[in-house]
């Protein structure tokens, strides 16, 4: 993901009558690369239904910078310039159910948790996610269609 801004923030005269303008901009980057492995743990309660473990990561890559530019009269008087590279991982568990439709098409629902697996504070959990565990809980329900799938075939008994 990418965005960038750039805006003039202000403009106007001081009260000795000098013409002040100011400009803010940022920019930023953002790469994910997540990483998700199911499991079934149950193929047999139901007929079609499966009962799915997940467990996986992703890996967050952010890049941004930004600027400060403030004129008086037309010279430059503060220029400010910002930038980090900030790297996260993030651990992912939970359950998902999928029930096919047809040989293509098959409803999914999944819960699942994820933790930055940052070290902070036990406050800082508590701001950011609203539990001092530092989860973020996801639902997740939507239709899945596979392009050629070959189910194999079920083995005979007694063979």
């Known amino acids: 993901m990418h965005s960038s801004r750039e805006d003039p923030a202000y403009e106007g005269t001081t009260l000795s009558g000098s013409y ?3 400009k803010r901009g940022s920019d930023t980057r953002t ?3 997540p990483l998700i492995i199911r499991y079934s743990l149950i193929r047999r309660a139901h007929p079609r239904l499966q009962i799915d473990a997940i467990a996986g990561g992703t890996l967050v890559a952010d ?3 930004l600027f400060y530019l403030d004129y008086v009269d037309g010279v ?3 220029d400010y310039h910002e930038s980090a590279h900030i790297t996260q991982v993030c651990a992912t568990a939970g359950l998902g159910a999928r029930y096919p439709f047809g ?3 098959e409803g999914v629902l999944d819960w699942t ?3 930055n697996l940052k070290a902070v504070p036990e406050p800082i959990h508590q701001q950011v996610t609203g539990n001092r565990f530092g989860l973020t809980r996801a639902l997740s329900l939507g239709l899945r269609y596979r392009f050629a799938v070959k189910k194999k075939e079920a083995v005979a008994a007694g063979s």
């Open 20 to 22: 002040i303008t100011g």
């Open 31 to 33: 790469l994910t690369i």
């Open 63 to 65: 890049n941004y910078s």
């Open 76 to 78: 430059l008087v503060r």
């Open 103 to 105: 040989r293509h098409l």
């Open 113 to 115: 948790y994820s933790r």
